[in-house]
């Protein structure tokens, strides 16, 4: 119940196409869905949050989709370029004070030119 | 700001051999977290502290596995003995409470040999 399941574990796009990556949980308590964004050798880094009451977010090229009834969400990249190939984490946090984010396994998207 | 700074970069050790990886978090900041990253595993939490108390290690591996947090300013996960299979990177993040974005060190590359 406190797993985030991501999918898939690579990806490879074309530049200017659609990334879409997806996780799934199990645990209803969870009130917050981040996606943190990882380059080699440096820290994962936040990118994009969504809370459950909200559908869907948008931060330039970047969409989370989120299905509350399904305990889904996704991250969607726009016009992926290469400078998005990095390692996308998802993650959710459990609404309780004092919690941690619990992260999924990652995804890394290489976008080819 | 600085950002979360950890040390050292790089760690080779030869199993058998005490471990210290330090972290110093942002200033203000009132979580401090340690996790692991392995391909196999992805990002796993292993302890995290609030205002320098540890509040879930229910992560740490096992009793080689130990993590201090003497001041706010400072904190130090030890391995000893080392093993080959602790070969990882090694994050350390930080956040403030009410502020659910973590930010994450550049992380230490332990390899045990």
């Known amino acids: 119940q406190q797993q985030v399941k991501q999918s898939p574990q690579s990806l490879i796009v074309q530049k200017g196409g659609i990334s879409i990556i997806n996780c799934a949980y199990e645990n209803t308590a969870f009130d917050y869905f981040p996606w943190y964004q990882q380059f080699p050798g440096k820290g994962p880094a936040l990118l994009i949050a969504i809370r459950p009451d909200v559908s869907e977010k948008k931060e330039g090229r970047f969409t989370i989709s989120f299905n509350k009834s399904a305990k889904q969400f996704s991250l969607h990249i726009m016009d992926s370029q290469p400078g998005d190939s990095a390692t996308y984490f998802c993650?959710?946090?459990?609404?309780?004070?004092?919690?941690?984010?619990?992260f999924g396994k990652g995804t890394t998207l290489s976008v080819s030119s | 700001d600085a950002g979360v700074i950890q040390s050292p970069r790089h760690e080779v050790t030869e199993m058998g051999q005490e471990v210290t990886l330090r972290c110093k978090p942002i200033s203000g900041h009132d979580y401090l977290f340690w996790y692991r990253q392995t391909m196999m595993r992805g990002l796993e939490l292993l302890i995290y502290?609030?205002?320098?108390?540890?509040?879930?290690d229910s992560g740490m591996p096992e009793d080689r596995f130990s993590a201090k947090m003497p001041n706010a300013s400072f904190s130090t996960l030890k391995i000893q003995p080392s093993e080959p299979r602790d070969s990882a990177v090694y994050f350390c993040a930080s956040s403030q409470q009410g502020n659910y974005g973590y930010t994450f060190g550049s992380g230490t590359r332990l390899t045990v040999v």
């Open positions: 993650a959710a946090r459990i609404n309780q004070a004092g919690t941690a984010l619990i």
């Open positions: 502290f609030n205002n320098n108390v540890p509040i879930d």
